[in-house]
Structure formats: C-alpha cells, structure tokens
C-alpha cells in the first residue's frame, strides 16, 4: 500500500502547475490538514519544489526536479536494464563493485548525490545534492580488458548525445573521458574493472559517470571552480530523470549494437585535436600538439623535437 507522502505526490504530479485546494487533497487522501502540511515539508525535504499560495492551495512548481526511481524509468526506453536510483550513496562505482557477484549485467545505480565521490587517478568528484546526477553501469563483456577502453570513448559520446536531447548545450569532449560545455567540464568518466587473469576477460567492468546539471547552491569548491560548470542555469522538470535514461539509452545501443562509427562521432566532438596541448606525467608538463584520435582511441601528439606518440591513457591539459 502506497504511503499518504506517496499518494500526495501523485496527486501533485497529476495537477503539475495547478493549484489542489488543501481540502480537495483531504478529501482525496483521507487526510487532515495537519497531516497535509507534515506531508508537504517531507516532501519539500526530499527535493521537491512545492508552491503554496493563500486561498489557491499547493502544486507541483513546474520546475520542480527530483530523482525518483518513477522518474528515472518512466523515460527509460532500454527496459532490458534494471535500474536502482538511491537519494545519496558513497559511490556509484563503490555500490556497484561491491555488489558485483550478485548482480546482472546492465545493471545500473543512479543517485542524486555521492558523499564519495571518485574521480580518476584516486581525486574526489564533488557531488552535491540537488544540482546533479550520477550513476553507474556494470556490464561483463565478453571482451578481453584491452579492448574495454572503448567503452569510455563510448560513454563520452553517449554522455553528449543525453545532453543534447534534453538541452540546448552543446556539449564536446576533451580526450579522454571528460565532457565540456561553454568551456567548462560538465561530466566526468571513470571506468574500473576486475580482471579473470586464466582467461584475461573482465568478471566485470564498472563505466561510471557524473553529470553537473546545475550550480551548486554553495558554488564549486575554490580549487575546481575555474574548471568545473553546469549544463544549464535553468532547472527544468525532471531534466536530471531525462539525462540519466538518455544516458542509458545511448550507452546501451552503443555497446550491444556495434556501432562502429561512433568513433567517427567520438573524433568529431573532440575539441583538442589541432590544439597545443601539455601531457601531464607525474610532476611534468610536456608540451605538445594534439594531432589526432586513432581507431583504438589513443590520441596522436607530436613534441616539441618533432617525435610523435600515440597516448592509450592518461591525461592532457589545454596550453592557452
């Protein structure tokens, strides 16, 4: 049996933009207006934006965004997925690891905050509640790990194509994992795996992506604050719910579809290429010219004495 807060939702969701008198939802629900008021302020808690107004009663403000399981799937065409959607937990990655041996390929965690957050090479990813979304996708591919990278390149492009489809961003990406939006980084990748070393097939690999689809309310911490941006400035109505089932969608058809072009696509939305470049390694800053994105999508650079390298992994920064 549905709970009173989950039947005013309801309620609310049916009426979005319009005022319900308070008597009409006592009437509906079989509830005091006590009970009304105790609900709402629950409800507002949870990350709803409920307006009241002095003989109109209480809607559902249209912008009003908040991350439920109902929302998620509602916009989830992919129904071969099963999904989880949690307020916070430490770590989308983090859940998804350590519930691996029970749990079926394509399945997704989805939370509206991380209190630990992860980024690569062991950073944080700043993860506040209410501005963004992240989530994560375990999968077992029957592929050896060192083909896997792809499915960074992958989630890259299936990150812009979500992005797209629910806002006028124009998202690009800068190799390899991160995706910017008017110059600033508005997602960022992280792929992890665990290695069968007899076979040399991952047990599982875990893609994990984290969304800044608003400001935060506090701003961004100091030391990430001239990198980091938003998606849009604008809330809209169940856009975070939106960008998590996009995301799914195109990830999903990229990886079981073998969409061999998506390379092509990949290449065109990457922004460094033609664009002098430093490779970070370690406490170094090698310039450099990023000149293309192989098949495999390594990054092609040439230095300063004139050698070229392929990178695989690693990291670049922009020289301005």
Not at 37 to 48: A, H, M, S, V
Not at 102 to 124: C, I, M, N, Y
Not at 173 to 182: E, G, L, S
Not at 190 to 204: C, H, I, K, Q, R
Request: include cysteine.
């Amino acid at each position: 049996m549905k709970s009173t807060k989950e039947q005013l939702v309801e309620l609310l969701e049916k009426n979005s933009g319009t005022y319900i008198s308070g008597n009409m939802i006592a009437e509906s629900l079989g509830i005091t207006r006590a009970a009304i008021w105790k609900n709402i302020k629950q409800l507002e808690n949870d990350g709803y934006v409920i307006d009241a107004g002095t003989n109109k009663g209480y809607r559902l403000d249209p912008d009003s965004d908040v991350l439920t399981y109902k929302n998620v799937t509602a916009f989830l065409n992919n129904k071969k997925c099963t999904v989880e959607v949690f307020d916070q937990v430490s770590s989308t990655n983090t859940f998804l690891k350590e519930k691996a041996a029970d749990l079926p390929d394509w399945h997704v965690a989805v939370a509206g905050s991380q209190s630990e957050g992860r980024g690569r090479t062991g950073r944080s990813f700043f993860s506040p509640k209410g501005s963004g979304v992240y989530l994560s996708v375990l999968l077992r591919p029957d592929v050896p790990i060192t083909n896997s990278g792809h499915l960074t390149a992958a989630a890259a492009v299936a990150a812009c194509r979500a992005i797209e489809a629910c806002t006028d961003a124009k998202p690009v990406i800068k190799w390899v994992n991160d995706v910017f939006v008017n110059g600033k980084k508005v997602c960022g990748i992280l792929t992890e795996a665990s290695v069968n070393f007899e076979t040399g097939l991952p047990d599982w690999i875990v893609t994990g992506i984290g969304f800044n689809v608003y400001p935060p309310k506090q701003g961004f911490p100091k030391e990430i604050a001239k990198i980091a941006g938003a998606i849009t400035e604008q809330r809209q109505n169940n856009l975070r719910a939106k960008l998590a089932s996009g995301f799914i969608d195109s990830f999903y058809d990229i990886c079981s579809s073998g969409q061999a072009d998506f390379y092509k696509e990949y290449k065109r939305r990457c922004f460094i290429i033609g664009t002098p470049i430093y490779v970070l390694r370690a406490e170094e800053k090698i310039p450099a010219m990023a000149l293309d994105i192989d098949r495999d999508f390594g990054l092609k650079v040439r230095y300063e004495d004139g050698k070229t390298e392929v990178l695989s992994a690693g990291e670049v920064s922009i020289r301005q």
